[in-house]
């Protein structure tokens, strides 16, 4: 079965950064698009970024281009999240996810708190 762990989250001050990370199993991981999305409370959940199995291209929201950069490592089977000059409204949710075939799978989420 698939499985996605998200992992990284924790209470950080405006300007600061963090590094999630989701570790992937249960499907060839470097076969597949890997994607980060994010819900900020009382918000509808929106696509952060993304990249490509082909050539590991990414993609970045509007909001969050320039900041934030993600990367894959598929000898470990993770994606990663780096993410510099948080601001507060960067305070979410943070969950990975992957399409195969026909259904979307998703981590459980990690908690992002940007805070002075």
């Known amino acids: 079965q698939v499985q996605l762990v998200e992992s990284g989250g924790g209470l950080v001050q405006p300007g600061g950064f963090l590094r999630l990370s989701c570790a992937a199993s249960?499907?060839?991981?470097?076969?597949?698009?890997m994607k980060w999305y994010r819900r900020a409370p009382g918000k509808e959940r929106r696509l952060v970024a993304s990249i490509t199995s082909a050539d590991g291209s990414t993609k970045y929201g509007d909001s969050v281009k320039g900041r934030f950069a993600t990367s894959r490592d598929n000898a470990k089977n993770t994606v990663n999240l780096q993410m510099n000059s948080l601001k507060p409204k960067d305070t979410a949710v943070y969950y990975c996810?992957?399409?195969?075939?026909?259904?979307?799978?998703w981590g459980q989420g990690t908690q992002v708190t940007v805070s002075s």
């Open positions: 996810n992957v399409f195969i075939t026909n259904t979307n799978d």
């Open positions: 249960g499907f060839t991981f470097s076969n597949y698009n």
